[in-house]
Structures are given as C-alpha cells and as structure tokens.
C-alpha cells in the first residue's frame, strides 16, 4: 500500500498517477487519507499527554501516601481514575483511526511509474518491441490447438469436467511430458540467470493474501477453503514474496531472486466468453514465476534484466512474440510498471498474453514491512519485482498452432533433449 509520507511529499505526482489509472476524485480521496492521518496523530497526542498526566499523578499519589497525607491522596486518585478512563476512549479512537487510515490505503492502487501511458483498457496499452517471424500456415494445415489436442490425444478437457469441472483439463501423453519439459526448461534457465529455486506451499493464509496485495482487492477470484481459511494461490509470487514477510535484510544481500514452480489456481469469475476455449484461460494451471527483493535504485534496471529474460525464453521457443507497456487502465492493482509479453497464435490468429512482467515499488514491501539497512544504517522499505517465466497453458497453445503440419507438430530443438521426442503425431 502507499505511504502517507510519500503522498504529503509527492501530492500532485499521487494524484495525476491515480487518474492515469482512472480514479475519480484523486484530489478527495487523497486528502482523505491525510486528514485521516492527522486525526489519528491528533488522538496520539491527546492520549500520550495524558498518560504522561495519569503517571504523574500516581508518583504524586505515592509521595502523598508515604507522608500519611490520605485524603489528598484519595482526590488525586479520583482525578487519575476520570484521566483513565479517557485515555482509555482515545486508545479506542486511535484504533479506529488507524484501522479507517488503513483501509483507505487498501482501497487505494499503486502510483504508476511516470512512463506508465495513460488509458482505460488494453486497446490503450503501447507495444514496446515485436520480434520473430509469424508462420504462415497452409489453408490446409492451419487449425486451434483445441481441435490439434483431440487429434493427437493429448489433453482431454471432457474428463477434466468429468473429474472436476471445466477449465481443469487432463494432461496425456506426450500431452503431459511437453507440460514437465516446458516446467524442467524454465527452472534451468532461471538457474542460469542467478535464480535460487524454491518450491513453497500452494496454499496461502489470510496475512499472506493481504501482505501481497491479493486481498483484499482479488478475494473474488480466488479459491477458499473456509474452513481453514486458506486459499489457493493465483501464483507463486504470492508464498514466494511472503518468505520475506517481517524480514530486515542486510544490503549486501540484495537482490533475492527465487524462482518457484507450482500450480497456479483462479476462479476467473465473469471471464468466461470469447476467446477463451481450449487452454486460453483455466481454472488451474501450471508456472515458473521468478520473484526478486532488490534495493530501490536497482529496480527499473532489474525490470529491463526481467523482461529481457522471459523474452529470451520465447526466443530459444522460437515463438514470434511482443512486449507491451501497459496503460493506467489495463495495469495490475498492485503494479507501478508492468511489460506484457505476448505470442502469436497462428491457428487463432491472435496474440496470446504469456508472461508479465512487474515492479511494485514499495507498494508490497510496505504490507510486507520487508526492508534492508542501508549504508546509513537507516532502515528503509525495499522494492519487489515478479514476473512469469513462464505460464504454460497459452505456450502450448502457441507451440501447437505454430508448429503444424501434415506430418504432425514438431517441437522446439530446445525442449527435444527434455521430451526424448521431437513430433507429436
């Protein structure tokens, strides 16, 4: 979440953010938040001078009795019980206040980085780089990886529903060995670039959810067990950052840079529509995400260095792809900088959001209360950064579609030494 003392520093920047984002009101909602603060530093004084009052008065009150002065003693007793009981009140209105101030800033998304274009939907955002070449498919050979699968038997989306429900599909075959060569292939990769694998839990409590920014803002679309009160994570950013959760780092040790590997659950509710058949978009899927803790003036440069490694990834694919800059409108809650990287879907005919790419700045860190000692000594909030590296459902998608012919679906040189097999026919 933001910090008031940025806000008060930075008002007009704050504000012209928020309507990049399309926030009415910023001014007032803004304002809110300070006056909110002010209310509750107001209340700390009040409570603090009286308490100082009250611990006078007990010394008093021991000096009085220790010179056998009783009933001065017992007046001033009467007047510390009145001081008391309204200390009391002004703790419980402190607590309020504070508990108002923090929902104001739950409710509140992240400042976008000044480069940050403004807009109100993903037809807005800026294509950055576009690189590859898009197949061209014969008339004959050009079909969606939903009619390919049930050709060569490879996902069975029927026994899925049949097992679960839709968007849980059954992974066969060679179906299934493209899915753990994809997975093996990005964590040996991110091992390469430096990253420190972790394998965390897929099911998060409720201080997780909200120290990452899940809650309270995409509680609707994540799975629950209540009884529990545990959810399944959307991504591995989630149990990956959380590590860090409480934590004082010493500066030497960053960056953190872990990458995980899990399945990644979401509920997507109200997506479902167009363009959403076949692996598109699932209830359950499989991720590497890859995660860095780094100090704040390294985090737009480990931004470039993250985005530069998934795009090498599409690479080695051979897949054509582009990087997009998204607007205002279309960026994450949490997000101050986000680069999507899409690929070209030849038997669709669309380009496919694959991975993206993000700096939160401090706004995680400050839920988190992650932060290092500086050179200084002083403590200060560090910045957080994930991106996907990459999701598998829209990759295979795109090495299907991309990859057909007549004889079958060759596979990418690099993955073959992984699947033992270089043709699903």
């Known amino acids: 979440m933001l910090q008031v003392n940025e806000i008060r520093e930075n008002f007009e920047r704050a504000c012209e953010g928020l309507r990049k984002r399309n926030i009415p009101n910023p001014d007032a909602l803004l304002q809110q938040v300070m006056d909110m603060d002010d209310k509750r530093k107001q209340t700390q004084v009040e409570r603090d001078s009286l308490q100082a009052e009250s611990n006078a008065l007990a010394k008093q009150i021991g000096q009085l009795m220790k010179s056998g002065k009783r009933e001065e003693a017992e007046t001033i007793k009467e007047q510390t019980a009145a001081i008391k009981s309204q200390v009391k009140a002004l703790e419980e209105q402190y ?119 899940q809650l309270p803002d995409k509680e609707g679309q994540m799975y629950m067990a209540s009884e529990d009160g545990l959810y399944l994570i959307p991504t591995a950013e989630v149990p990956i950052t959380n590590m860090y959760r409480n934590e004082v780092l010493a500066e030497a040790d960053l960056p953190k840079k872990n990458a995980g590997f899990t399945p990644c659950f979401r509920r997507e509710a109200g997506n479902w529509g167009a363009h959403v058949r076949g692996l598109n978009r699932l209830h359950q899927f499989d991720k590497v995400e890859i995660v860095q ?23 080695k694919l051979k897949l054509p792809y582009r990087v997009l800059r998204l607007c205002g409108g279309d960026m994450g809650f949490t997000s101050a900088l986000t680069y999507d990287m899409e690929v070209f879907s030849a038997g669709q005919e669309r380009w496919l959001e694959v991975s993206s790419v993000s700096n939160f700045e401090t706004y995680q860190s400050n839920r988190l209360k992650l932060r290092f000692k500086n050179q200084d000594r002083k403590t200060v909030l560090a910045h957080t950064l994930n991106g996907s590296a990459l999701a598998l459902p829209r990759i295979v998608a795109a090495l299907l579609e991309n990859n057909q012919s007549e004889r079958g679906i060759k596979m990418p040189k690099v993955l073959v030494p992984y699947l033992g097999f270089e043709w699903i026919s």
């Open 95 to 213: 607590s309020s206040c504070e508990n108002s101030l923090t929902q104001i800033l739950y409710s509140i998304p992240n400042i976008p980085h000044e480069s940050v274009p403004a807009g109100k939907s993903a037809e807005d955002n800026e294509v950055v780089l576009q690189d590859g070449q898009i197949p061209e498919l014969s008339p004959t050979q050009k079909f969606p990886h939903w009619e390919l699968i049930k050709k060569y038997d490879i996902v069975d989306f029927e026994l899925g529903v049949k097992i679960t429900g839709a968007g849980f599909p059954v992974y066969k075959g060679k179906g299934a060995k493209l899915q753990r060569a994809l997975v093996n292939f990005f964590l040996d990769e991110a091992e390469k670039a430096g990253y420190h694998e972790v394998q965390p839990p897929i099911m998060i409590n409720e201080e997780s959810g909200y120290a990452t920014g």
């Open 293 to 315: 803790i780094t100090h704040p003036d390294k985090s737009y440069p480990t931004l470039e260095e993250m985005s530069l490694h998934v795009q090498q990834l599409l690479q």
